[in-house]
């Protein structure tokens, strides 16, 4: 797997934004057949930045979820720049329990800069959706997997990627916040972003090397291939697995980030 190590983190941070790379459109396409899409939470409106729906993979029958950006600027409107609101993450929880109804292996696609922080997402519930999400995700009886394509910041991210495999594009990036958030609350400096992403060590092989991720996947002329693959390999393992073991090893997976070991004196 390369790692070029000329290329900054804070320049994989801009390859994961660039305004050309592939969208969820793209993945469906690429991916999966027969896709067809749901809409809506069952309380309040169907939130189009998040895209959810079924089809064929490799013929097996799945669920597939991600965060929808959009590409012109009339789309970047229309799907809030690919951050969620409640009603998304909601609606997302919906089709993850239809799949464990009907045991149907779910497969994310991640990015977005974070959930919507405005007032009405407040409003209307953010904190508690995502929430429960995590909860409910760590206890699916079906094999989960999330594959981070461009940017995968804070809650937003997360609230679909509690996943028994975590995968990632080579030049994708995975953190608690953005480089520029994270920048403005340690040095009260957004432009120190780059100093920022050295610190945070949120690139995919970095990520890799923490145990964070299961696999950085490789892109290029070779990139849908790459992701088909490395998506096939592990459901084929997880798909063997128990559901009670499927979500015992998720919840234990997650529990375990950040745990530090410390080892007594002799």
């Known amino acids: 797997m ?24 793209d993945y469906i396409e690429a991916l999966f057949d027969g896709f067809m899409e749901f809409h809506g939470d069952r309380l309040f409106r169907d939130d189009p930045s998040i895209v959810a729906g079924i089809g064929y993979f490799h013929k097996i029958p799945v669920t597939v979820i991600g965060h929808r950006k959009g590409k012109t600027l009339e789309e970047h409107m229309a799907y809030n720049f690919g951050m969620a609101s409640p009603e ?10 239809q799949a464990e109804k009907f045991n149907r292996p779910i497969i994310t696609i991640i990015d977005t800069p974070g959930a ?52 990632m594009l080579e ?49 290029g002329s070779r990139m849908f291939k790459n992701m088909d693959n490395a998506i096939y390999k592990e459901l084929k393992k997880l798909m063997k697995m128990s ?14 980030m950040g745990e530090v070991t410390t080892m007594a004196s002799e």
């Not at 909860?135 to 094999?143: G, R």
């Open 2 to 25: 390369s790692n070029d190590k000329r290329v900054t983190p804070y320049e994989r941070v801009k390859l994961a934004r660039d305004k050309d790379r592939p969208g969820i459109e």
């Open 88 to 97: 998304g993450y909601r609606k997302s929880l919906r089709l993850m329990k």
């Open 116 to 167: 919507y922080p405005g007032m009405e997402a407040e409003a209307n519930g953010q904190a508690a959706a995502i929430a429960e999400n995590l909860a409910e995700m760590s206890s699916l009886k079906v094999p989960v997997i999330a594959v981070v394509t461009g940017e995968g910041n804070s809650g937003g991210a997360l609230a679909i990627g509690v996943a028994n495999k975590v995968l």
């Open 171 to 219: 030049n994708s990036i995975y953190c608690i916040l953005s480089p520029e958030g994270f920048a403005s609350i340690l040095w009260k400096d957004s432009n120190r972003a780059p100093e920022a992403c050295e610190v945070m060590r949120i690139t995919a092989h970095e990520l890799l090397e923490l145990g964070l991720v299961d696999e950085v996947i490789q892109e």
């Open 243 to 256: 559901p009670d073991k499927l979500s015992k090893d998720r919840y234990n997976k997650f529990r375990a």
